[in-house]
């Protein structure tokens, strides 16, 4: 019979994710929406849980991202991806979510009635993981995040907060490739990122 060693410790789960893995269990059934009705995944936050330094806010899935069960899929996952390098960063640092995270066979905006059932569950992320910087994409997700309701050229290349974080809008990566001509006032931001995080010692160790 083999003994049970003395030393053996049971495994407690962090309290963050432990908080993160019962949201994803309560999101996968969530019906608060018509999404539940046609949406083949819910993609409930990918990334670092504990204390990343940029936590991402996008929009809604996109059908490759729907049907795949995972985010940063297609060519404005591969520009988030490259635009993370280019400040000495990559997903490991980063924590990825979704103002409404279910999506469908095709893309449809986001109607007032998902947004609203979403809302909570993102929210309860960003209390959760507690990163350093938000950077809500597009200027939908930014009025959600700040209730602040302009257009992207304004809201962009400023400092905001969101209860005591760091807030940076940027374009979204869909309107990046669309105006590609954007994407210098897009690593205008990046570049602002990297310094406030130099600044308050996140960057120790890290070089371009």
Same mark, same amino acid.
């Given at each position: 019979?083999?003994?049970?060693?003395?030393?053996?410790?049971?495994?407690?789960? *962090?309290? +963050?994710?432990?908080? @993160? /893995?019962?949201?994803?269990?309560?999101?996968?059934?969530?019906? =608060?929406?018509?999404?539940? %009705?046609?949406?083949?995944?819910?993609?409930?936050?990918?990334?670092?849980?504990?204390?990343?330094?940029?936590?991402?806010?996008?929009?809604?899935?996109?059908?490759?991202?729907?049907?795949?069960?995972?985010?940063?899929?297609? *060519?404005? +996952?591969?520009?988030? @991806? /490259?635009?993370?390098?280019?400040?000495?960063?990559?997903?490991? =640092?980063?924590?990825?979510? %979704?103002?409404?995270?279910?999506?469908?066979?095709?893309?449809?905006?986001?109607?007032?009635?998902?947004?609203?059932?979403?809302?909570?569950?993102?929210?309860?992320?960003?209390?959760?993981?507690?990163?350093?910087?938000?950077? *809500?994409? +597009?200027?939908?997700?930014?009025?959600?995040?700040?209730?602040?309701?302009?257009?992207?050229?304004?809201?962009?290349?400023?400092?905001?907060?969101?209860?005591?974080?760091?807030?940076?809008?940027?374009?979204?990566?869909?309107?990046?490739?669309?105006?590609?001509?954007?994407?210098?006032?897009?690593?205008?931001?990046?570049?602002?990122?990297?310094?406030?995080?130099?600044?308050?010692?996140?960057?120790?160790?890290?070089?371009?």
């Amino acid at each position: 019979m083999k003994q049970k060693s003395l030393f053996a410790v049971p495994y407690l789960e *962090p309290l +963050g994710l432990g908080i @993160l /893995r019962a949201e994803s269990k309560k999101a996968a059934r969530c019906k =608060d929406c018509s999404r539940s %009705l046609t949406r083949t995944s819910v993609l409930c936050g990918q990334g670092k849980w504990d204390r990343p330094l940029i936590f991402f806010l996008g929009e809604s899935p996109t059908v490759q991202d729907d049907h795949e069960g995972t985010m940063l899929g297609g *060519p404005s +996952g591969e520009l988030v @991806l /490259r635009m993370l390098r280019s400040i000495g960063l990559s997903f490991d =640092d980063t924590y990825h979510c %979704l103002a409404v995270m279910c999506g469908g066979p095709i893309f449809l905006r986001p109607t007032g009635e998902e947004i609203e059932a979403c809302t909570p569950k993102w929210k309860k992320q960003i209390e959760t993981v507690k990163p350093h910087v938000i950077v *809500p994409f +597009g200027a939908m997700v930014t009025s959600l995040l700040l209730n602040i309701h302009s257009e992207m050229n304004v809201l962009r290349g400023k400092w905001y907060e969101y209860e005591g974080i760091k807030v940076r809008p940027m374009y979204h990566p869909t309107h990046l490739m669309t105006y590609p001509e954007t994407k210098v006032e897009a690593y205008e931001d990046l570049k602002a990122i990297r310094s406030y995080l130099e600044e308050t010692g996140c960057m120790k160790g890290r070089v371009l």
